[in-house]
């Protein structure tokens, strides 16, 4: 399911995005390239609304893009529907928001496995509780987010991310909500995790010292992508 | 099985954290309404059978004029039902020099089959039931006899060829109702004793008849079977048949039971559609997350649609046992005033109860939550995406369609349906139309107003969709209440009015035209007021616009036996109060030329139209005339009424006997010995068991009626609750926002309770019209009975909705404040 290190998992080319604003047409993104490596943790750095939420979802394959061509995990998303780029997801694309994004009514350990059952893993059960484990959260499996603090809720999240094994993950903000000691020890895991599944990484973030941590930076500015030093 | 095991997850959580405690109240809520009802009106209904079987003696009898055959004894005993034999036939009691016309009913020692016989053992004894006839050799005679024979309980008396003894007054038998024209006096014997008497041949004018009681099931299996073996000269009588006064009665009651249940029904129907609505709103974030995952779309439907099933079922059957335990209160409440026991409930309720909930919420939750697999899996990263807006014209097709089947199912009437539906209709349309319209009024007005109430004012007005959706939600849950009101305490006592105190409770029958004046003036004397004297003529109904009256043509049982009976005809110059002309004209004066005017049901029943000939049989002779009016006649007015009334042209040279009806006090009943003496040929009928037993089932009924507003007035509640929840649930972070930029909690206070108020007082007054139009046509077109509007309703409707809303939402809203802001800006951001 991973790919061999060194191909490319993510891709693309000339990639634009337009949207119909109350001004107008307006040009969120445009021309971006970007081509992220097997293994590879790659930062993408830009102020609010720069686009780099954008770039994340069209990459992701969540939304699709005005211009320009999207590669995942090999495949060329444009040719897609929504199922198709559900199905071409589902256990190969992990994600990490902002906001945590846990289902409020499942517990830790259920929303783990949610990922694995709609994949139809055999061994769901054993594959999230060790996922939790490995998060250090296997005591507070039975507790529903509500029950659980911020930090607590990111790392359940992170969790549910690795568990399926993904050949990439996207990381949204991961430590906007946390403070930056929880933050901090996100990140620690979240890399951890990472060089351990040999996935790569693309992580959107604001914080330049948070990027500096990641093999390559890329700065989001006008709706372009630029390499950092 | 990916589907099954999530689905099964998923539901279990939602149980347990009250995710769907809304849903769930409103589907339990309806279920437990619809199978209450249907246990418990399948209960009543079987009792009213039988308290109507009490009228006949048993549930269902065979009247012939030949003995009924061994095997239909033998088949009713193998189904397991009781039976009893009667026979009656005329005869002559003497004793002594005197001699009477009597009407001798001998009858097995198991009659009567249901209800009882009232006796006494002299004129001054108390009146005791029996619930068997005499023992052999015995009589038990009516108390008039003893006057015509100058005789005393104790003496004997002659019938044919053996003597009996005088040995009770027999004061009342139940299925002595049917025949109340009889002329001569009772006398009733075994059947034991007949043979002896020698009164009984082959040639003798003799009525059997076979009383048959038990299992409604067996009666029914019973019937089934008799009806191809039943000779031509024998017909069925049964419990609802038997008489028409009696059967109004249980229609109304029945058609009230039904409109509460569909009531309930409606009502919950909008708490559904509300609780539904946050749900799927609650589960956007939960789907979009999922989508991100790689679930695809038709997971996700097939997801929802198990869950929506799955919980249907569950919360289907948990109102089940809800209703099962509702309606055993009930018949425990109500059960000193049954005489017969309730029947045990069936089974059938349940799978009706479960079947409606399912429908409901398939038809409510279904359109918007299949909406909800197509949240875009981008608002994991923009928040402000959510699913495609749903078609309103799906939504409330669905909807409607949902409603139109329940309505239809439900009310086993057509027509009461059509009617329903349409009311509701028009009610939904016209509350929405108006709230739209006064949401629109409120946002211009919210732009001139200041401080608290323009707050209040935005916040009634900044979504006008869900204002729309809350305000009528309020609105039909205020309905409910309101119609609660308009037909608890309006329509149910006209309805009791309809059987005023003074109703008559004697007829007098059987008066001789010489007697007329006599009797006039004795009534006079009394001060006992009388509904007129009747001339009444027999006559047999031989043909219809030329056409020969053959009764085997009609294929209706209660036309056959119409037409194969005698008439009582009258004449009169003009009609009766209470009868209204439905078509045609009465005639001008008492010389109009020779014409008829009959009454409208058995006119349809015998396809007789307008216009048409009809020919009598009278006296030896024939007489025609056409029909030039048809009438409604109220039977259980208990005036004296005719199918057929004549001019006086046609009749008035016939030889009549008189009939009037008339009202006696209970404490002025002494004057009856008098009467009886004074005028002997005279035949007293009281009817005053058949009024209390009349009197009984409405009041029955509305009891059951008001049990059953119960649900319907908490599925109102519920309505209120799911709309409050839903729009508290929705301002929750714009609260944080306003709190965050320093607004007070008294000011936030104050705008709610502005704009709960308001939407409570725009609700109240629109629910209060409607409550008033469905009130008036209920009144017209339903129940047959006169409407008043009430001035109260507008006022409590308006005035206590606006209270109790703005309250109760402002109460409602009330945690969310006493919160500090940022959990409630974090939760929504």
Known sequence: MTAGLGSVVSRATGLGKDVNGPGGRLTILSDCELSVRAGEAVAILGASGSGKSTLLGLLAGLDTASAGEVWLCGERLVGLDEDGRAALRNGRVGFVFQSFQLLPTLTALENVLLPLELGGHADAQAVAADALARV?????????????????????????????????????????????????????????????????????????????????????????????? | MTAWRITLRLLRRDWRSGELSLLAAAVVLTVAAITAVGFFTDRVEGAMARQGGELIAADLVIQASSPPAGELVEEAAALGLATARTLEFPSVAARGERTQLVEVKAADPAY????????????????????????????????????????????????????FVIERLLDYEPDRADGPFAVAPRVLIGTADVPATGLVTPMSRVHYRLLVAGDEAAIAEFRAWAATRLPANAEFLDAREARPEFEGSIARASSFLHLAAL?????????????????????????????????????????????????????GLLGSLLGFLAQFGLAALLAGLFTADLPPPSVR?????????????????????????????????????????????????????????????????????????????????????????????????SHRARGVWRLGLAGLTRRPSAALFQITGFGLGILALLLLAVVRVDLMSAWEQSLPEGAPNRFLVNIQPDEVAALRGFLAEHEIADSGLFPMIRGRLTAIAGRPVDPDAYPDE????????????????????????????????????????????IAETLGIALGDELTFWVSGREVSAPVTSLREVRWDSFNVNFFVIATPSLLGDEAATYITSLYLPPDRESLLPELVRAF????????????????????????????????????????????IQASVAERRAEHGVLRTLGAGRAQLLASLAVEFTLAGLLAGAIAALAAEATGFVLARQVFDLEFAPNPWLWLGGALGSALAIGLAGTLAAYPFLVRPPLPALREDG
């Not at chain 2, 009146?127 to 015509?148: F, S």
């Not at chain 2, 009437?413 to 329903?420: I, R």
């Not at chain 2, 009024?691 to 649900?711: C, D, N």
Request: proline letters at 7%.
């Open chain 2, 680 to 723: 002997p040929s005279v035949t007293l009928i009281d009817v005053v068991a058949i009024l209390e037993q009349v009197r009984r089932v409405i009041e029955r009924g509305a009891w059951a009626v008001e049990y059953v507003f119960l649900f319907t007035l908490a599925a109102g509640l519920l309505v209120m609750y799911a709309g």
């Open chain 2, 349 to 445: 309720p349940i799978a009706v109860g479960v079947g409606t909930g399912l429908v409901a919420l398939l038809g409510f939750a279904l359109p918007p939550l299949l909406q909800l697999a197509r949240v875009p899996p981008l608002r994991v990263l923009r928040r402000d995406l959510g699913a495609p807006r749903l078609s309103a014209a799906l939504a409330l097709g669905a909807a409607a369609a949902a409603l139109a089947l329940l309505v239809f199912w439900q009310a086993d009437d057509p027509q009461l349906a059509w009617k329903l539906l349409a009311g509701v209709a028009a009610t939904v349309m016209t509350l929405a139309l108006l709230v739209a319209l006064a949401v629109r009024l409120a946002r211009g007005l």
């Open chain 2, 263 to 315: 009531a309930t029904l409606l009502v919950a129907g909008a708490a559904i559609a509300l609780a539904s609505r946050r749900m799927v709103e609650r589960q956007t974030d939960a789907v979009a997350v999922m989508r991100c995952l790689g679930a695809p779309r038709h997971l996700l439907t097939r997801i929802f649609v198990l869950r929506l099933i799955a919980f249907g079922l569950a919360a």
């Open chain 2, 112 to 163: 009567p089959l249901r209800g009882q016989l009232r006796t006494r053992t002299d004129a001054e004894a108390p009146v005791e039931p029996a619930t068997t006839g005499p023992t052999p050799g015995n009589a038990w005679v009516e108390p008039r006899l003893l006057y015509l024979l100058a005789a005393a309980p104790g003496d004997r008396l002659r019938l044919g060829e053996s003597e």
């Open chain 2, 558 to 601: 209660r036309a056959r036996r119409l037409a194969t009976r005698e008439f009582n005809l009258s004449h009169a110059e003009r009609p009766q109060a209470d009868n209204r002309i439905v078509a045609g004209d009465w005639w001008a004066d008492a010389e109009a030329p020779p014409q008829f005017s009959v009454e409208r049901g």
């Open chain 1, 136 to 229: 250090g959260l296997a005591a507070r499996a039975g507790h529903f987010p509500r029950q659980l603090s911020g930090g607590e809720q990111q790392r359940v999240a992170i969790a549910r991310a690795f568990a399926p094994a993904p050949a990439i993950l996207f990381a949204d903000e991961p430590t906007g909500n946390l403070d930056p000691a929880t933050g901090g020890q996100v990140i620690d895991l979240l890399l951890a995790l990472r060089g351990d599944s040999g996935a790569a990484l693309v992580l959107v973030t604001h914080d330049a010292a948070l990027a500096e941590r990641c093999d390559r930076r890329l700065a989001m500015r006008d709706g372009r992508l630029e390499p950092l030093a």
